[in-house]
C-alpha cells in the first residue's frame, strides 16, 4: 500500500515536497515512481528513483525544478518540487513496480497510492 501526501495550494515560483510512504517490508525490491494527471488530460510521468536510490529519471517538463529520493529505512519515497509553474497543477501519483526505474516512464507500475491534490496559482 502506497500513501502520498504533501500536496497543496502553492504560488508560482514556490515549493513543495511529496512524500510517499510504504507499507511493504520488500521497499527496496521496488522503483519507485512519481506521476501526474492534470485536469482533461493524460497521465503523465514525472520522475522515477532505482530501487537503491542511486540513479533517477525525470520528465523533460520538471527536469532541474523537481528532485526525486527515498528512503529504504523509512520506506519513504519525496518528489521535491520547486520553482513551480501554473502548468504542474496537477493530481500526483506515487507509484511502485520492481521493473527497473528507467522502465516506469514508457510502462505502468503495478502499484499506486492515491492521488495528491497540486495547485500552483499565477
Known amino acids: 500500500q502506497l500513501q502520498a501526501s504533501g500536496g497543496g495550494l502553492v504560488q508560482a515560483g514556490g515549493s513543495l515536497r511529496l512524500s510517499c510512504r510504504a507499507s511493504?517490508?520488500?521497499?527496496?525490491?521496488?522503483?519507485m515512481g512519481w506521476f501526474r494527471q492534470a485536469p482533461g488530460k493524460e497521465r503523465e510521468f514525472v520522475a522515477s528513483v532505482s530501487r537503491g536510490g542511486e540513479l533517477t529519471m525525470y520528465a523533460d517538463s520538471v527536469k532541474g525544478r523537481f528532485t526525486i529520493s527515498r528512503d529504504n529505512v523509512r520506506n519513504t519515497a519525496s518528489l521535491q518540487m520547486n520553482s513551480l509553474k501554473p502548468e504542474d497543477t496537477a493530481v500526483y501519483y506515487c507509484a511502485a513496480d520492481p521493473m527497473a526505474y528507467y522502465s516506469l516512464v514508457k510502462q505502468n507500475p503495478n502499484y499506486w497510492g492515491q492521488g495528491t491534490h497540486v495547485t500552483v496559482s499565477s
Open positions: 511493504t517490508r520488500t521497499f527496496s525490491s521496488y522503483s
